[in-house]
């Protein structure tokens, strides 16, 4: 099973704020972040996670819903489908588990994205590469991080942040870096880690 766009932007959003809520999160509170105006239609998305075992809800006393604990290393970590070391491309949830080395993993929620393109190859990232990301919403200058550019598209790239603008290197002497002003650049977290097949 494959999500859709909005149930991948309901995960991630879980996801991203996972240490700030103070309890689990309502439909309407979704809804509210979210800009949705139809909590039936939000009810639909997270029945779908919920049917891909991402989140379960509470009791209806709380009436909310939080993430499925992905805690035990035989479950792996979520694969999150593709993302672009090229041109920025949509990085598509999927409902999948992958083993990865314990000294790969951070001390935040990790999942992994498969690499498209060559933009990255000068940092030793080539297509078809696996990546192990740590879930954050900061990085320093020079980490290489999964960025949301325009709440549309993730793509992967060395960040450098300056005042009133972030600027997304590739590696790649062929390529050009790509300027964005900072409100139109999420971090969605930092690499961690390389996984490659020879086959």
Request: hydrophobic letters at 40%.
């Amino acid at each position: 099973m494959q999500l859709t766009k909005r149930q991948a932007e309901i995960y991630h959003y879980l996801l991203d704020n996972a240490d700030h809520f103070d309890h689990p999160p309502s439909h309407d509170e979704l809804c509210q972040a979210l800009g949705l105006r139809s909590r039936g239609s939000l009810h639909k998305h997270i029945q779908a996670l919920v049917e891909a075992g991402l989140v379960e809800p509470m009791d209806r006393t709380h009436r909310g819903i939080r993430l499925v604990e992905q805690a035990e290393p035989e479950a792996g970590i979520p694969f999150l489908g593709s993302i672009a070391a090229g041109r920025p491309i949509e990085a598509v949830t999927q409902p999948e588990f992958m083993q990865v080395p314990e000294e790969l993993l951070g001390t935040r929620p990790c999942y992994v994205l498969q690499v498209r393109g060559d933009s990255m190859i000068d940092a030793g990232i080539l297509d078809g590469d696996y990546v192990v990301i740590e879930q954050r919403d900061s990085a320093r200058n020079g980490d290489i991080v999964v960025a949301l550019v325009n709440n549309e598209e993730a793509t992967l790239k060395r960040i450098e942040q300056q005042p009133g603008r972030v600027i997304l290197h590739p590696a790649n002497a062929s390529m050009t870096a790509m300027n964005y002003t900072p409100d139109a650049v999420v971090i969605q977290g930092v690499l961690r880690g390389l996984l490659r097949s020879y086959y």
